[in-house]
Every structure is written in structure tokens, then in C-alpha cells.
């Protein structure tokens, strides 16, 4: 049911009056704000259908199970590139078995845990508030005190400013190349019954995804291939603001690359890595979905293989539809993406976008699986030579 506005606001006076508001909270009370209520943004809920919808229109339709890209600001994201999108060749199989998997006996459970639990002490980590610009600092901060405490001085890690609050954040790990493989999550968060007011801890959503990457990214930095600086390919781990808005972050990020003319050559996105209950609840064995709807096929059936060879559960095939992820804005900047989420779809985490999604769900020992499989990924490609492959070319395996 929709509300008039009027209603909503009397329904929420006595939730507002009758909680403590932190110091900063003030300016984050604010039912509508009188701009955003009349500005229309231009929105593609799939390849062949647009429409200008209001802010509170987007969150219409996100509560009705509708995905979208809010093209706005991008409705030329890939043109330059139609012509010029490179056709990469995957390797055949795995390589690296024997440098990857001492690894993870790095991966810390402990981590994970207690850098969600921080991450999501946020009121909320919406993108247009300042809980999600200090979020974002606190994230930057986490991100850089590992590149210190690792010794991984050719690391750089810096925000990609918006015009919103929140900013992006991206991690680079230099290669002898500038062929680069992205990581990617998304680190705002919603509550989407009013997302200026309401709490939205996101421990799912995506703060799983993204404490995942993080403690990927922590023991990545201590391999040999990074601190001897010998990858063969740059590597990226990106954090995106704006997701939940219509995968803005992402695009603005994936549009920078394109004038820049990067040379991007795979992405893959971690989004939701926490709960199993839902598999388990329905009879099935738990494991990682691979969403396999508008992904790049070839990268896709990479990954299958780094799930079969380093994770300790096995991948279920999913969809998820038209632009669910970030992933969505490198697919249509024109490079290779890809996503795998915590299950098949249909079983996935009900608690998100709400007050309750929450660490009480969720699974570490899940989440650790899913950083096995970012811990090798970003191995895997960061050692490939693409040029080599494509040009038919032997490559070292194991």
C-alpha cells in the first residue's frame, strides 16, 4: 500500500520522538526534502525500457522487487566502446593452486566478524546521509591501516568522490601491466521506508560482500606475487556508494574508466556472502550462487572453476534479473563482469533493506568461503596472461 505522505509522517512521529537521537542525527530527520521530492531521474529497468520517476519512485519500485539502473547522468555509458570490446580469452583451468591455498589459512572468521559488527554500528550507511560519508571514512581507514600493517607500499588505496555524501573507494595493487582485474562491493545501505530516518544496519546487504572483499584483499597483500610486486595484472578492489540507487557509484566509476580507455578485463562482484539459513531451511546443500543472467558466460564458467577447486562447497547456478549488482555498470561500460551471491536467489537473505538485517543471521563460516573464492580470483587473473592467451598461446598451469 502506498501512503500519502502525510500518513507517513504520522505514523513515524512517535518512532522519531521516541528514540535518542545521536548527536548527528538532526540533519538526517527529514522526512522529504522539498528538492527531491520534484526531481525526476531517468531510469532503465531493462535494456529496451526507461522512465523518469521521482526519488520516492525508486523506492516504489525497490520495495516492489523492481532492479534498476538510474541513467541519469550515464545514458552514453559504453558508446565509445561498442566497436572495441575485446573478446578475453579465460584460462582453461586453474594455475595457482600451490601459492593460493596456504593463503587461507590467513582468512580470519575473527575478522570478519568483528569488522561487520563495527561496519554496522552505522544508524545507516545511506549514501545521501552523513552516517554513510562518516561509514565511508571509517571504510577508507580500515583499507589503508592494512595496506600499512602489510608492508604493501606499492598499494594505494583513495575515494572517488560524488556529489552525493558518500564517497567510492578503490584500492589499487599495481601489475606489470595495465590490464586490471576488479573486485567489487557495494558499502551504502537502505532502509527503504524512508531511508533518511530509519535504520539500515545492512549486514547482509551489503556489508557482507564487503568485510568479504576487505579480508580477501588483507591476505592478498601478504602473497609473494604483491609484496615482489610480480603480478603479471593490476589488480582493483572497488567499494561503491550507491548501489542501492540505482548502481550509481559504480557507474560513475565504470564511466571514468571508459573516457580513460582502461583496459578492464574482468569483474567480478560480491554482494550478499552471509546467509545459508534460507539453503539449508529449504533441504539444500549449502553453496555459492553464481548468477548466470546478464553476466559475461565466459568469466562465469571461470569462476565455476575457482569455486570447484578452492572453495569447500560446491556453486549453484541463479538468476537475479536486469542490473541487480554493480556488476551491471562494468557489463554495460562494455568489459567482462560477473556475480555470485550467498545462494540461489529464491533462498537468499528476506531481512535486507530493513532494521533487521542484522549479524544474527548470517554465517562466518559461510562468508569464509566466499573470500576463498575472491582470495583466488584475484590470484588467479592478477597472474594470467591475457595477451598470451588470446593469441593462443601456452600458459603455465599446475
Given amino acids: ?57 525508486k523506492w516504489e519500485l525497490r520495495r516492489n522487487g523492481q532492479n534498476f539502473i538510474d541513467i541519469t547522468e550515464t545514458q552514453d555509458l559504453g558508446a565509445s566502446r561498442i566497436a572495441a570490446r575485446a573478446d ?10 600451490d601459492a593460493i591455498k596456504p593463503l587461507f589459512h590467513n582468512l580470519s572468521k575473527t575478522n570478519l566478524h568483528d569488522t561487520l559488527e563495527e561496519f554496522t554500528s552505522f544508524h545507516t550507511r545511506y549514501y545521501k546521509s552523513e552516517y554513510g ?3 565511508s571514512a571509517w571504510l577508507l581507514q580500515q583499507i589503508l591501516d592494512i595496506i600499512s600493517d602489510t608492508g604493501a607500499s606499492s598499494v594505494k ?5 560524488h556529489r552525493w555524501q558518500q564517497s567510492s573507494i578503490i584500492a589499487t595493487i ?9 573486485i567489487g562491493a557495494h558499502q551504502d545501505s537502505i532502509n527503504l521506508w524512508l531511508p533518511s530516518i530509519l535504520a539500515a544496519p545492512g549486514a547482509d546487504d551489503d556489508g557482507s560482500g564487503t568485510v568479504t572483499i576487505l579480508e580477501a584483499f588483507r591476505v592478498f597483500l601478504t602473497s609473494e606475487a604483491v609484496q615482489n610486486n610480480a603480478l ?24 571514468d574508466y571508459e573516457r580513460q580507455g ?12 552471509g546467509y545459508s ?32 577447486e578452492y572453495c569447500d562447497i560446491p556453486f549453484v547456478e541463479t538468476k537475479c534479473g536486469y542490473a541487480c549488482s554493480d556488476h551491471a555498470s562494468a557489463s554495460k561500460a562494455g568489459y567482462p563482469s560477473a556475480f555470485v551471491i550467498e545462494s540461489a536467489f529464491e533462498d537468499s537473505d528476506k531481512h535486507i533493506h530493513s532494521t533487521d538485517d542484522t549479524l544474527k543471521y548470517l554465517s562466518f563460516d559461510h562468508m569464509l568461503q566466499h573470500a576463498k573464492l575472491t582470495l583466488a580470483f584475484a590470484y588467479e587473473l592478477g597472474s594470467t596472461n591475457f595477451a598470451k592467451l588470446k593469441s593462443g598461446g601456452a600458459v603455465d598451469e599446475l
Avoid: C
Fill in 133 to 135: 560519508e562518516q561509514s
Fill in 232 to 255: 603479471e595484472n593490476t589488480v582493483e578492489f572497488h567499494w561503491y556508494s550507491a548501489e542501492e540507487g540505482g548502481l550509481l557509484g559504480s557507474q560513475a566509476i565504470f564511466s
Fill in 157 to 161: 588505496a583513495k575515494t572517488f568522490p
Fill in 277 to 308: 539459513q534460507g539453503t539449508l531451511d529449504a533441504g539444500k546443500p549449502e553453496s555459492v550462487g553464481v548468477i548466470v543472467d546478464y553476466v559475461d558466460k565466459k568469466l562465469t564458467d571461470f569462476i565455476k572453476k575457482v569455486v570447484t
Fill in 88 to 97: 578475453v580469452v579465460f584460462p582453461a583451468k586453474v594455475a595457482h593452486q
Fill in 1 to 57: 500500500m502506498k501512503f500519502a505522505k502525510s500518513s507517513v509522517a504520522a505514523l513515524l512521529a512517535p518512532a522519531v520522538a521516541g528514540r535518542f537521537l545521536e548527536p548527528a542525527e538532526g540533519n538526517n530527520v527529514q522526512l522529504y526534502e522539498d528538492a527531491e521530492a520534484s526531481e525526476q531521474f531517468l531510469i532503465e529497468l531493462s535494456p529496451d525500457n526507461t522512465r523518469w520517476v521521482t526519488e520516492e519512485q
Fill in 262 to 273: 582502461r583496459d578492464v578485463k574482468a569483474m567480478l562482484q560480491q554482494d550478499m556472502t
Fill in 174 to 182: 599495481p601489475g606489470n601491466s595495465n590490464s586490471t582485474v576488479v
